[in-house]
């Protein structure tokens, strides 16, 4: 029997799937239909869509089980991968197959790509189920007996024993080796006081925890299959897991915290990248001490670049109150300044912070303004003025999902943030908050390590890490390939992304254009250090640099260059 599973991708607040990272979606079903006895053949629809009409017809003809999972409840612009569109579905199910098409993911919340618009529920002629619960639970009773339930659940127990099985699909991803897996910890949102407006994690389960013994066994079948980066990502809030629930939200528990990730480390020792994502500010301001413990633990076995994402939203108090947002502008500042206190360490010389928060504010919510976008700014200059650092700053378009409490709420206090407004106010923030933020943590002499290059522009290698919202970085490199894995120091930066050249630099064999990228070198410069060649010793390169006009810039380059003693 044959299975195809297509990714189509998914974003969620509490799940990303987009290339480089796999989502638990798709390997949830893969482990159903193994446990079933199916052979899956994996696509992304970015594959999906290079593949022949030829090999697309054969794979869907031969199918028994077509799994399509797709859906966007966050908007956000992905350089890794283009997520499924309703037309490429609508073609997919119109097709003649062997077998039955699922359809699974947030794509049963509604459809839309943009951020600024309203979500339609969708259901294209040719679908033969759309799951609205757990996919994998509905996939499992529908193998065994026939009947579909689409909103079926599964529980953590039933979880621990399929999701190993799906592990190895991941050799088929385009991307594998050099991909991410999304790992879930709890699902649901663990607030007691109400939600925000635009929720839908939330609004899709109760809050429940699973086990560090779950993970942990997930994590280590994953490492044998050759993932070595994770991300604890399926989770509305890091710092509820484990924790212990009181009248004023979850209590986190340092303990716990530092269990779970011990246990990763065991389970995958020599993985290269532990990273997190959701946070939710409240509870730090709710419980700082406990916080601080948590935070302690994470930086203890996290990798560097890990960042927390902090559900800031709208720092308007009319705003906050209206949409129930988190937190009010004292208490952000309060969670940043705590996890700056923690996390703004560099575990090896030059290395990023180990641990920084990340910023997510959405325009559109009921009721705001042009005076929201004041606070908001006024937020930011708060930062700026402690001397504060934040991994990112996102802005979002609020996504309207049919049924939702913002639908409802923007129908008598409609958003009145016009075009111009925002543009102004996002503007601002790319040419003044931004910069100065990645110059906290990313000043020059940065070291980058694993920069997969991705594609090139001129003298230019654009490339990632594998991370959590990895920086873009222009690596001034005219003669190495896409596709190869580079260590890269950082040169200079713009609003969102780096600079830098490939570490270290052989300085008897390296271009001019490389020389000249150099911070204070230059055209002119470059030249010099060029007609000195070749360099015998490193204080050969440091007398030839500290005689180019610039008092101790031999000892602020030197670290750039490879050792010629």
């Known amino acids: 029997m044959n299975a195809l599973i297509i990714d189509g991708y998914v974003d969620e607040p509490a799940c990303f799937g987009v290339p480089p990272y796999i989502s638990p979606y798709v390997r949830y079903a893969a482990g159903v239909l193994c446990a079933h006895g199916y052979a899956a053949t994996y696509r992304t629809c970015d594959v999906w869509r290079t593949s022949s009409e030829e090999e697309r017809k054969e794979l869907l003809r031969s199918s028994d089980i077509v799994f399509v999972v797709m859906g966007l409840t966050v908007p956000g612009r992905y350089r890794g991968g283009s997520p499924l569109t309703l037309r490429e579905l609508e073609t997919i199910a119109r097709s003649p197959r062997g077998g039955q098409l699922i359809l699974a993911g947030p794509v049963h919340a509604g459809y839309t790509l943009r951020g600024g618009t309203h979500a339609v529920k969708i259901l294209p002629e040719g679908v033969d189920f759309l799951a609205t619960g757990d996919p994998e639970a509905s996939l499992d009773i529908f193998l065994r007996s026939g009947e579909w339930r689409s909103d079926a659940r599964r529980n953590y127990r039933q979880l621990d024993e399929i999701a190993p099985l799906g592990a190895e699909i991941v050799r088929q991803h385009p991307m594998y080796p050099d991909i991410i897996a999304e790992m879930e910890l709890s699902r649901g949102c663990d607030r007691i006081d109400g939600r925000c407006s635009f929720c839908t994690e939330g609004a899709s389960?109760?809050?429940?925890?699973?086990?560090?013994?779950?993970?942990?066994?997930?994590?280590?079948?994953?490492?044998?299959?050759?993932?070595?980066?994770?991300?604890?990502?399926?989770?509305?809030?890091?710092?509820?897991?484990?924790?212990?629930?009181?009248?004023?939200?979850?209590?986190?528990?340092?303990?716990?915290?530092?269990?779970?990730?011990?246990?990763?480390?065991?389970?995958?020792?020599?993985?290269?990248?532990?990273?997190?994502?959701?946070?939710?500010?409240?509870?730090?301001?709710?419980?700082?001490?406990?916080?601080?413990?948590?935070?302690?633990?994470?930086?203890?076995?996290?990798?560097?670049?890990?960042?927390?994402?902090?559900?800031?939203?709208?720092?308007?108090?009319?705003?906050?109150?209206?949409?129930?947002?988190?937190?009010?502008?004292?208490?952000?500042?309060?969670?940043?300044?705590?996890?700056?206190?923690?996390?703004?360490?560099?575990?090896?010389?030059?290395?990023?912070?180990?641990?920084?928060?990340?910023?997510?504010?959405?325009?559109?919510?009921?009721?705001?303004?042009?005076?929201?976008?004041?606070?908001?700014?006024?937020?930011?200059?708060?930062?700026?003025?402690?001397?504060?650092?934040?991994?990112?700053?996102?802005?979002?378009?609020?996504?309207?999902?049919?049924?939702?409490?913002?639908?409802?709420?923007?129908?008598?206090?409609?958003?009145?943030?016009?075009?111009?407004?925002?543009?102004?106010?996002?503007?601002?923030?790319?040419?003044?908050?931004?910069?100065?933020?990645?110059?906290?943590?990313?000043?020059?002499?940065?070291?980058?390590?694993?920069?997969?290059?991705?594609?090139?522009?001129?003298?230019?290698?654009?490339?990632?890490?594998?991370?959590?919202?990895?920086?873009?970085?222009?690596?001034?490199?005219?003669?190495?390939?896409?596709?190869?894995?580079?260590?890269?120091?950082?040169?200079?930066?713009?609003?969102?992304?780096?600079?830098?050249?490939?570490?270290?630099?052989?300085?008897?064999?390296?271009?001019?254009?490389?020389?000249?990228?150099?911070?204070g070198i230059g055209k002119a410069r470059a030249e010099r250090l060029t007609a000195g060649r070749p360099y015998a010793s490193q204080e050969d390169i440091k007398k030839s640099l500290e005689a180019l006009d610039a008092p101790r810039i031999g000892e602020k380059l030197i670290g750039y260059f490879r050792k010629t003693d």
């Not at 429940?208 to 070595?228: D, F, K, M, Y």
């Not at 409240?282 to 902090?310: K, M, Q, W």
Request: proline share 6%; net charge neutral.
């Open 205 to 519: 389960a109760l809050y429940e925890e699973r086990s560090a013994a779950g993970i942990a066994s997930e994590v280590r079948t994953l490492a044998s299959c050759g993932v070595r980066a994770f991300r604890l990502g399926r989770c509305a809030n890091i710092l509820a897991w484990g924790g212990q629930p009181t009248n004023k939200g979850i209590r986190p528990n340092p303990v716990r915290m530092e269990e779970l990730y011990a246990s990763i480390r065991t389970a995958a020792p020599d993985l290269s990248v532990l990273h997190t994502d959701n946070c939710n500010p409240l509870t730090i301001a709710n419980f700082p001490d406990e916080s601080y413990g948590c935070l302690e633990a994470i930086v203890r076995h996290n990798t560097e670049g890990d960042g927390l994402s902090l559900g800031i939203e709208c720092m308007d108090p009319g705003v906050y109150s209206l949409n129930g947002l988190k937190v009010s502008l004292e208490e952000a500042v309060s969670a940043v300044r705590l996890i700056n206190e923690v996390g703004f360490i560099r575990k090896t010389p030059n290395a990023l912070p180990s641990l920084l928060p990340g910023l997510n504010f959405i325009v559109g919510l009921a009721s705001d303004s042009k005076e929201s976008l004041v606070w908001n700014e006024k937020f930011l200059r708060t930062l700026l003025d402690e001397n504060l650092a934040v991994r990112r700053i996102n802005i979002r378009r609020a996504m309207v999902f049919p049924g939702s409490r913002l639908e409802g709420l923007l129908r008598e206090n409609p958003s009145r943030v016009k075009e111009r407004e925002y543009r102004r106010w996002k503007e601002w923030v790319r040419a003044e908050a931004d910069p100065a933020m990645l110059a906290r943590v990313a000043p020059d002499g940065t070291l980058l390590r694993g920069v997969i290059a991705e594609e090139r522009s001129g003298n230019l290698l654009f490339g990632r890490q594998l991370g959590s919202y990895p920086p873009l970085v222009g690596i001034v490199s005219p003669e190495r390939e896409v596709g190869e894995k580079l260590d890269v120091m950082i040169t200079d930066r713009g609003s969102r992304s780096l600079t830098g050249i490939v570490h270290p630099l052989d300085i008897n064999t390296c271009s001019r254009t490389e020389l000249s990228a150099l911070p």
